[in-house]
């Protein structure tokens, strides 16, 4: 039976970039995915404290997906509060739409760290997993490895069928884009060109967010 798929791509947003959203209509384009929920994180567990609040990376994240009827912006892990585990949000998602195949989505280098994601073997029991590859990035020889490779689907389609617990390689157009340059360039008052769109870079000038 076909179903309806939701697209979970989440990650700081400090701040949202051309690459992530570059990336999710590449994404988009190839795999045709009914919607693509973005989710800021309250506080990832493997990285620092976001530097711009969590309003702002909403705000901004709103700006950037604007006129993209297919995407939005989903702030469950900011109104939960504390670590942002990301199978509390598939749960979450699963219970809110019983109904759609869950994708979650994050990129090669992201997946060097799956082993270290808090209960990350059952990520499988409520999503299929999509890796946006990169032929320039190999992951390690590992039975961790192994398994996500065992598990990888024999075409696209399979999305919309399988529930849960499938792999799906998609290859995107790498955009060397850096969050930590961008916030260097806001703090120097230097306009960060093609890494940002032209609102969220307003939006950053008008509140000085990365000025300090």
Same mark, same amino acid.
């Not at 404290?49 to 892990?77: C, F, N, T, Y």
């Not at 499988?124 to 398994?147: G, M, T």
């Given at each position: 039976?076909?179903?309806?798929? +939701? ?21 988009? +384009? ?5 919607? @693509? ?49 990301? @199978?509390?949000?598939?749960?979450? +998602? ?10 979650? @989505? ?24 999509? @890796? ?15 398994? +996500? ?64």
């Amino acid at each position: 039976m076909t179903s309806s798929t +939701l697209g979970v791509f989440g990650g700081s947003f400090d701040p949202v970039h051309l690459g992530h959203l570059h990336s999710m209509w590449e994404l988009q +384009l190839h795999l045709s995915l009914d919607t @693509i929920h973005f989710i800021p994180c309250a506080q990832s567990p493997l990285k620092q404290q976001s530097l711009a609040s969590a309003e702002h990376r909403i705000a901004m994240l709103k700006l950037a997906i604007r006129g993209q009827p297919k995407w939005q912006v989903d702030d469950r892990e900011i109104q939960r509060q504390g670590a942002s585990y990301t @199978i509390d949000t598939l749960k979450s +998602l699963k219970q809110d739409f019983p109904q759609h195949n869950l994708c979650l @989505i994050f990129s090669m280098d992201v997946a060097v760290d799956l082993p270290k994601w808090h209960k990350w073997e059952e990520l499988f029991d409520y999503a299929n997993i999509i @890796i946006l590859s990169r032929p320039e990035f190999l992951l390690p020889e590992a039975s961790w490895v192994q398994d +996500l490779k065992k598990r990888t689907l024999a075409n696209s389609s399979e999305l919309r069928t399988k529930k849960s617990g499938g792999v799906w390689w998609q290859t995107t157009t790498a955009l060397n884009i850096s969050a930590t340059e961008i916030r260097n360039l806001c703090k120097k008052q230097q306009p960060p060109p093609y890494l940002l769109q032209h609102d969220v870079w307003q939006y950053i000038q008008q509140h000085k967010i990365y000025t300090e």
